[in-house]
């Protein structure tokens, strides 16, 4: 099974940029579907953008124009590049993923996650 670790986020000014790397261990990272995913305080965990093992993209409507996932195959990482920074992005972010074809799988489909790492954004 592939093992994810995140790192990259902080505490960011409005408006701020942050790049979140997601660094897999194990095999046949290539073949997988790989998403990037937020939970904030009382709420529910979401698929923020999604990129697949043929490297097309989707994203959440609330992010498109200022995030940008991609993936290095050769370094086993994903990214997810943060621009325009809100306070309503302070979460933490989760990197997942799922040996398939297609787009990620949805938050509840996963039975195991990594610890994430907190973005805050404030002044």
């Known amino acids: 099974q592939v093992q994810l670790v995140e790192s990259g986020g902080g505490l960011v000014q409005p408006g701020g940029s942050l790049r979140l790397s997601c660094k897999a261990s194990?095999?046949?990272?290539?073949?997988?579907?790989m998403g990037w995913y937020r939970q904030a305080p009382g709420k529910q965990r979401e698929l923020v953008a999604g990129i697949t093992s043929g490297a097309s993209t989707n994203y959440a409507d609330y992010v498109k124009g200022r995030f940008t996932i991609s993936r290095d195959n050769a370094k086993n990482t994903v990214y997810l590049q943060m621009n325009s920074l809100k306070s309503e992005d302070t979460a933490v972010y989760y990197c997942?993923?799922?040996?398939?074809?297609?787009?990620?799988?949805?938050?509840?489909?996963?039975?195991?996650w990594g610890q994430g790492t907190q973005v805050t954004v404030s002044s």
């Open positions: 997942n993923g799922r040996f398939k074809v297609g787009p990620p799988p949805r938050p509840d489909e996963y039975d195991d």
């Open positions: 194990g095999s046949r990272f290539s073949f997988y579907a």
